[in-house]
Structure formats: structure tokens, C-alpha cells
């Protein structure tokens, strides 16, 4: 059973920095792509950034330069380091992951909040 678990959200200023880390367990994610999503009230869930199995990484435009990913292939974790916050950020984040040859993603984590102030 394959489960994803996220930590490390919370409240910071704008300006600030958090690091994600989804712990992902239930079988060997190497073949697996890793992604961050994130859903802010009132607003439907967005993508925001991942590491493809073969370790290539994609962003949203939004996050471009502010935000890492990278995954830990012997601890099965993705992290998501987050700089220079901004109150827009401020949403929902999830954990996700799929097959390398699917286009969905079949697995998610409960999510963790990340709340910006201004």
C-alpha cells in the first residue's frame, strides 16, 4: 500500500523560506515520478514542481527560481525547498506520485499547510 506523508508546512513572513519533505513508503519509487501540488482557497490544485524518476525536475513559471525540488532515492523522500515566500504561495501543498509512464498521479499525500503572511 503505497502512502505519502508530508511535513515540515507552517507560517512564515513574506520573504521567508520552508522546506517540505514528503515521505513516501509502500514499495520502491524508483520508477516513479515525484511531484509537489499545491491548492489555495477557492482556487482549484496546481502543479508545482517535479522530479521525473530519471531526475529531471519541471516547475510551474510561478516558482521558477524560488523553489527546489529533489528526491532522496535511498529514503524515498521529495523535498521542497521553498525561498523567498510570497502571501500567494500560501495554499495547501501535496505530495504525489505516479508511475514514469503514466500521465496522472495516482498517489497522494493529506497535504500540509504553508501560510505566507504579508
Known amino acids: 500500500q503505497v502512502r505519502l506523508v508530508e511535513s515540515g508546512g507552517g507560517f512564515v513572513q513574506a520573504g521567508g523560506s520552508l522546506r517540505l519533505s514528503c515521505a513516501a513508503s509502500?514499495?520502491?519509487?524508483?520508477?516513479?515520478?515525484m511531484a509537489w501540488f499545491r491548492q489555495a482557497p477557492g482556487k482549484e490544485r496546481e502543479f508545482v514542481a517535479a522530479?521525473?524518476?530519471?531526475?529531471?525536475?519541471t516547475y510551474a513559471d510561478s516558482v521558477k527560481g524560488r523553489f527546489t525540488i529533489s528526491r532522496d532515492g535511498g529514503k524515498n523522500t521529495v523535498d521542497l525547498q521553498m525561498n523567498s515566500l510570497k502571501s500567494e504561495d500560501t495554499a495547501v501543498y501535496y505530495c504525489?506520485?505516479?508511475?514514469?509512464?503514466?500521465?496522472?498521479?495516482?498517489?497522494w499525500g493529506q497535504g500540509t499547510q504553508v501560510t505566507v503572511s504579508s
Open positions: 504525489a506520485t505516479r508511475f514514469k509512464t503514466l500521465t496522472r498521479y495516482e498517489y
Open positions: 522530479v521525473r524518476s530519471g531526475g529531471i525536475t
Open positions: 509502500g514499495r520502491s519509487f524508483s520508477n516513479y515520478d
